[in-house]
Nanobody
């Protein structure tokens, strides 16, 4: 079984930065895909970006491209979401997810494992 533990959320002023971490425990294979989602109040859970575990390919939605960066540390089974130039509209609960089949796209149904979520609040 795989468990995902998130950390790094908090309150930050607009223009600031945060780095979210998602540490995975349990069996992780090279074909896993991992992703970040977020859910703002009153909205659906939306895809933020994903990474293929076996290489450096990353994918981002347009709203965060150029500001957010996903990276990984294979030795630590950890993925990161570096968030720069944060905006109030980035306020949401952020979730990490893992796909056993290597999928790292926007469809949440392909992700088997989910973190508990961490709150990110950006004030103006």
């Amino acid at each position: 079984q795989v468990q995902l533990v998130e950390s790094g959320g908090g309150l930050v002023q607009a223009g600031g930065s945060l780095r979210l971490s998602c540490a995975a425990s349990g069996p992780i294979f090279s074909n896993y895909g991992m992703a970040w989602f977020r859910q703002a109040p009153g909205k659906e859970r939306d895809f933020v970006g994903g990474i293929v575990w076996r290489d450096y390919r990353t994918y981002y939605v347009d709203s965060v491209k150029g500001r957010f960066t996903i990276s990984r540390d294979n030795a630590k089974n950890t993925v990161y979401l570096q968030m720069n130039s944060l905006k109030p509209e980035d306020t949401a609960v952020y979730y990490c997810a893992a796909s056993e089949r290597g999928y790292s796209g926007s469809a949440s149904r392909y992700y088997t494992y989910w973190g508990q979520g961490t709150q990110v609040t950006v004030s103006s």
